[in-house]
């Protein structure tokens, strides 16, 4: 996925000369309208119809002609239309002209494009609009092919004139119409990008210095300065296997669950569910394809699912750790705000999981050392834990990590990110620690009765058959 700046030009679209910056635009007055001369010939001057700018957005106007759209043409000569582009305002945007032969049997309608000199007359053995200023663009329409485009990228700056020609068909090529008058319709416009870069593309505005410019960005394998190019387009089955690796992969943290409740970490529990279900419905409306569903808007998917991922790993280092229940609900509290602080900085940063990784295994590490010298002997204290569970699970998060941070690219996304998710799930469920043994010193029915003394009230007093003043305590129970 990148910008199609470098892409190669389709035929639908003409490349525009280099522009200059520093050339001011050519104004259109009523003193020079009547009486510009066409052919540098004095004898015959034709007159030249301005347009009227009509801005709508960044690099959206729409040009319109004094009684127009639709344009009657003369046979015995041109009409000639100018289009003033202003500098840097339309030269960052996409310059389209639309020619559509409405009357005329048997005639062809020759559109020529030039910038800075209008031509108006032409070889009649061929179609050419090339001047001595400039090479020029061509427009064809006639009873076969009643509907021609024309699309610039990045136009030079001045005034663009448009040359409108009647012919007709002769045995040596092309010659001018007897009686014959052609009517067409014509319409001239910018926009920031081409069909606003279709299906498989999002249209932006960059700056460069100070130049601002639109282009397409496509997505999927498409290319082109419109996002037409499907040659490296990635197909239907594809975009749907992507969709369902990325999204079923989250199906992995449902044993993670199912551990945690066993041994009744249940907030952990939920922090487990809530990164599965916006891990899953992200990814189905993160797709550059057609296969895309959201069920909300995506940037609150994205948040939703970038936090639920470091409180995952937050989570699961800090229950390792075996703190203290306020101690350990002040750590996750503090956790989820200071990862959601950071979430807003800087969402892709790769030190917002390695910072609040770090930081936890820093805390187990701590937690751990006074443990064990309290113990005098190694925590936890079974081999089976470290061979079975901590060595595996750290194995395979650090894995996770790496594929993260190092292999990760826009054209292995689909599915090293599928991995990703198996590996973190697959290391929660090794790494977090079993239920907590209760304390061996609080005997059984201590655990059950509580208090040694238990206070009998009298059942008809309880139900308020009896006056509570005149009934005295008749027993005390001890448990």
Not at 29 to 41: F, G, I, Q
Not at 280 to 292: L, M, N, R, S
Not at 300 to 324: E, H, N, P, Y
Not at 353 to 366: C, E, K, T
Request: proline residues 5%; contains cysteine.
């Amino acid at each position: 996925m990148g910008l199609s700046l470098s892409d190669s030009l389709p035929s639908s679209v003409l490349p525009a000369t280099p522009q200059n910056v520093t050339d001011g635009p050519t104004f259109i007055t009523e003193e020079n309208v009547m009486h510009l001369s066409l052919n540098h010939d004095l004898n015959k001057c034709w007159p030249i119809r301005p347009t009227l700018r009509n801005e709508l957005d960044t690099f959206s106007v729409h040009f319109y002609i004094f009684f127009g759209p639709n344009i009657s043409i003369p046979p015995d000569r041109a009409a000639v239309f100018a289009i003033n582009l202003m500098p840097v305002l339309d030269s960052g945007g996409v310059l389209n002209l639309e020619l559509k032969l409405n009357l005329g049997e048997n005639v062809t309608v020759v559109g020529c494009l030039n910038h800075g000199m209008p031509l108006t007359s032409m070889d009649n053995s061929s179609v050419n609009c090339a001047s001595e200023s400039s090479a020029g663009f061509v427009l064809t329409v006639n009873s076969s092919t009643n509907v021609t485009k024309l699309r610039i990228p990045y136009p030079q700056t001045g005034t663009w004139y448009l040359s409108l020609h009647s012919l007709c068909a002769t045995g040596h090529g092309f010659g001018v119409c007897t009686n014959v008058t052609a009517e067409v319709y014509l319409r001239s416009y910018l926009t920031p990008c081409i069909n606003d870069c279709g299906t498989y593309g999002q249209c932006k505005l960059l700056r460069t210095n100070n130049f601002l410019y639109a282009a397409c960005e496509c997505k999927a394998g498409w290319d082109g300065w419109g996002c037409t190019d499907n040659s490296a387009a990635y197909s239907y089955g594809f975009q749907l296997l992507s969709t369902l690796l990325l999204c079923l992969s989250n199906l992995m943290f449902v044993p993670p669950v199912a551990i945690a409740i066993r041994n009744h970490y249940l907030l952990e529990a939920s922090v487990y569910i809530f990164t599965m279900f916006f891990s899953t419905f992200y990814h189905a409306c993160d797709q550059p394809g057609i296969v895309v569903f959201c069920i909300m808007e995506y940037d609150v998917l994205q948040f939703c699912d970038f936090l639920g991922s470091l409180m995952s790993v937050w989570v699961t280092v800090i229950a390792m750790a075996r703190l203290k229940s306020i101690i350990k609900q002040v750590l996750y509290l503090l956790g989820a705000m200071l990862l959601s602080m950071a979430l807003q900085l800087d969402r892709h940063g790769l030190w917002n999981l390695l910072g609040p990784s770090l930081f936890a295994l820093g805390i187990m590490a701590v937690a751990w050392t006074v443990r064990t010298i309290r113990r005098r002997r190694c925590y936890p204290p079974t081999w089976k834990r470290w061979v079975f569970y901590l060595f595996p699970g750290s194995m395979i998060a650090t894995s996770a990590v790496a594929l993260y941070a190092f292999v990760e690219t826009e054209e292995n996304y689909f599915y090293i990110h599928s991995i990703w998710h198996m590996l973190i799930a697959g290391s929660v469920g090794f790494l977090l620690p079993p239920r907590a043994k209760p304390d061996d010193k609080v005997t059984p029915i201590q655990r059950r009765r509580g208090c040694g003394y238990q206070l009998c009230v009298n059942e008809h007093e309880e139900m308020g058959l009896v006056d509570p003043a005149i009934v005295s305590i008749n027993s005390i129970c001890t448990s």
